[in-house]
């Protein structure tokens, strides 16, 4: 995911998530979609330049989370993935890969952003059909591409290996040369993650 030219103000302060789409949509077309249900519960919903949306919750019961104060969050936007599929990244685990993405992302951070980017993620995937792309592992919080650190893998495949869903490592290409995973899930396995502990996404 190209995640920083996609934030408000070109600059992501904020963790984010892909929507993978295994049928190919306008990006208008989605919008016409979303925008709509946004405005259920959220204001305003405003469009940028290029077509992303910004937008700020207003209820967040609407997407689970009965005792959200929206004062506690700040801005969230969707966006197209541009980059969505590449031709770097394994998608081997799945029987096809995404033909679309989506980013859908937080522009502050915190574990309440964390939170309501969780629940309007599952939300969303749900309305769309979409698995969830969680731009890194999540055993750890922050992007990693440490191609060494194989205890690293290992604390990630028991994290997700103890929730229930589907969830899958897709491999890319690093800086460095080598290669590294981030996971994907449904929307089983996000719904299981919200509700674990440790709940966090990547920033």
């Known amino acids: 995911m190209a995640l920083g030219q996609n934030s408000p103000g070109g600059d992501m302060a904020g963790p984010a998530v892909g929507l993978w789409l295994f049928e190919p949509r306008e990006f208008g077309d989605v919008l016409d979609d979303v925008v709509p249900w946004l405005e259920g519960f959220c204001e305003p919903v ?3 330049l290029r077509g992303d949306l910004d937008f700020w919750v207003r209820d967040g019961s609407a997407v689970g989370l009965p005792a959200f104060e929206p004062s506690s969050a700040g801005v969230f936007f969707l966006s197209e993935d541009e980059e969505l599929p590449a031709v ?12 679309q993405g ?20 599952l939300a969303l995937a749900e309305r769309l059909g979409a698995l969830i792309d969680f731009d890194g592992l999540l055993s750890y919080p922050t992007p990693c591409e440490d191609t060494g650190d194989e205890a ?4 990630a495949r028991a994290l997700v290996g103890s929730l229930p869903g589907r969830v899958a ?35």
């Open 46 to 48: 405003e469009t940028r």
């Open 88 to 99: 770097d990244e394994d998608y081997s685990a799945f029987s096809q890969p995404p033909a």
């Open 102 to 121: 989506l980013i859908l992302g937080a522009g502050c951070s915190g574990p309440t952003n964390h939170l309501v980017l969780g629940h309007l993620t």
């Open 152 to 155: 690293l893998l290992e604390r």
């Open 169 to 203: 490592g897709v491999s890319y290409d690093t800086w460095g040369g080598g290669r590294w995973f981030r996971h994907v899930g449904d929307v089983e396995f996000l719904s299981a993650w919200l509700q674990h502990p440790g709940f966090h996404l990547v920033k």
